[in-house]
């Protein structure tokens, strides 16, 4: 059965740029109530007053700290009521090696990019459960199924999120609630530009590249359509079909495009061995 989106309640985190800016337009076209979410006050209202600010509440929310998720949650049930579809969309990456990534990028990575979709699933999964219907959509990254060198840590975290996806999704096997999962390619974003990088040159990941508008297209017609998981490009499918296929040949095409892809970069100072141990 396809699952309608008029006059359901929406969250979007991550809602300020991009992927999640985009999917609060597709949204509030379906017909939704969007609760547009992240740090910037100023760009969500700007995008607030660009749409019918009747169905769209901007939430300035820090979704890794927890006072922040429960008063941003307390105003979607206030102005609009229960969340009946959770996109966990933000996110952020560091660009270097397992060796030198710094124990804070580290903990950013692991607070933005699995704890915290994790903690938000917690907090409205009980009400949707409740009421026999509603959606978590778990945004990862192709890197998810196929990891990278240079990207190793982001790769985890995004790996952790489809695991975290599927899991969840037996677990909810029979009560109306779905999970979903939908992983882009290289998105022409501002990821790149906003990334932390110390040993390698952050660069686009491909000539190629999905528009942010793209994915919040496969994100709701994701969601209308209930599909379970979605691997957005075909150069995205083609990697992770390749590596169910072989492993090692995988990895030689990953390590080899990986090293032109992001090429190193010469560190000011590197970390010390003392200064690497978390």
Known sequence: MSYALHDRVVL???ASSGIGRACAIEFHRAGARVAIAARSANKLDALAAELSRDRVLPVRMDVTLAEDRTEGLRLVRDRFGPVDVLVNN???ASFSSVLNCPPEHVARMLALNFEAPL????MVLPEMLFRRTGQIINVSSVVGSQPMPRMAVYCATKAAVTALTTALRMELRGTGVDALLV????TDTAFFQSAGTV???AVRLAQ?????????????RSSRRRRREVTLTPTGRLITALRRASHRLADD???????????EAAMDSPPSAGERTT
Request: overall charge positive; aromatic content about 8%; hydrophobic content about 45%.
């Open 12 to 14: 979007i985190t991550g």
């Open 90 to 92: 933000a996110g952020w």
């Open 119 to 122: 903690r938000l699933i917690q």
């Open 183 to 186: 992983s882009p390619g290289s």
């Open 199 to 201: 040993d390698v040159r």
């Open 208 to 220: 190629v590249q999905s528009s942010a508008e793209r994915v919040a297209r496969a994100v709701v």
């Open 253 to 263: 095409l990953i390590y080899h495009f990986s090293k032109r892809a992001m090429p």
